[in-house]
């Protein structure tokens, strides 16, 4: 299994990007995925998850309205939009597959190992 997240980079706060995590080993629709993120200091904490089948989405209260998860099941991709960026979102984000992804959800991921993650810094 390999997730290999990208996307991120240096941008002003209030500005927007979009991460990309291309999935191998196995597929978007058999679990739920979720992006996590561990800023400086701090522990790694889940924000959004997308269900299996695509239908559910959840977002800590943090980033709701702001962050959007989305899925390319083709290119077998999990996205992470990120709009109004703000310097607290300064982190190294990170996609895992998840056990469940409802409105409950703890994050618990599937695989011990982290795939690569992809660093993003807001400057204020």
């Known amino acids: 299994v390999q997730l290999q997240a990208s996307g991120g980079g240096l941008v002003q706060a209030g500005g927007s990007l979009k991460l990309s995590c291309v999935v191998s080993g196995f597929t978007l629709d058999y679990y739920a995925t979720g992006w996590f993120r561990q800023a400086p200091g701090k522990e790694r904490e889940g924000v959004s998850c997308?269900?299996?089948?695509?239908?559910?989405?959840h977002y800590v209260e943090s980033v709701k309205g702001r962050f959007t998860i989305s899925r390319d099941d083709a290119k077998n991709t999990l996205y992470l939009r990120i709009n109004n960026l703000k310097p607290e979102d300064t982190a190294v984000y990170y996609c895992?597959?998840?056990?469940?992804?409802?409105?409950?959800?703890?994050?618990?991921?599937?695989?011990?190992?982290w795939g690569q993650g992809t660093e993003v810094t807001v400057s204020s």
């Open positions: 997308i269900s299996s089948s695509g239908v559910e989405t």
């Open positions: 895992a597959a998840i056990h469940i992804c409802d409105s409950e959800t703890d994050f618990r991921t599937v695989y011990p190992d």
